[in-house]
């Protein structure tokens, strides 16, 4: 059974940092890009961030380049994601997933569709 969580959310004051990480289990971790959505209330699923199977590729939404970090430790199973100078529209549940792919390109990795596994998210809240 292969099973995703998240951990690291919290609230924050703007200007803070959070990192967030995410453990699998059940599944062969490097078999699988993995990526970072975000929901904010009333609002639909985005993509946040992808890396590919081997931690070479990484792919931001223009919101958060610069100030977000993705990366992945493969003999952990463990993805991570470092968030800096947060901002209160950066509030929002977040979601790892693994991708149906090895790799992450930037017409498709933010298609919450081409995800296989979720996590049940953690919660990011920025206040101003």
């Known amino acids: 059974q292969v099973q995703v969580a998240e951990s690291g959310g919290g609230s924050v004051q703007a200007g803070g940092s959070l990192t967030l990480s995410c453990t699998t289990s059940g599944l062969t971790f490097d078999d699988y890009a993995m990526g970072w959505f975000r929901q904010a209330p009333g609002k639909e699923r985005k993509g946040v961030s992808c890396?590919?199977?081997?931690?070479?590729?990484?792919i931001y939404t223009d919101s958060v380049t610069g100030r977000f970090t993705i990366s992945r430790d493969n003999a952990k199973n463990t993805l991570t994601l470092q968030m800096n100078s947060l901002k209160p529209e950066d509030t929002a549940m977040y979601y790892c997933a693994a991708k149906g792919t090895i790799g992450c390109y930037n017409d498709d990795y933010d298609d919450p569709n081409g995800y296989y596994y979720w996590g049940q998210g953690t919660q990011v809240t920025v206040s101003s």
């Open positions: 890396i590919n199977w081997a931690g070479e590729v990484t």
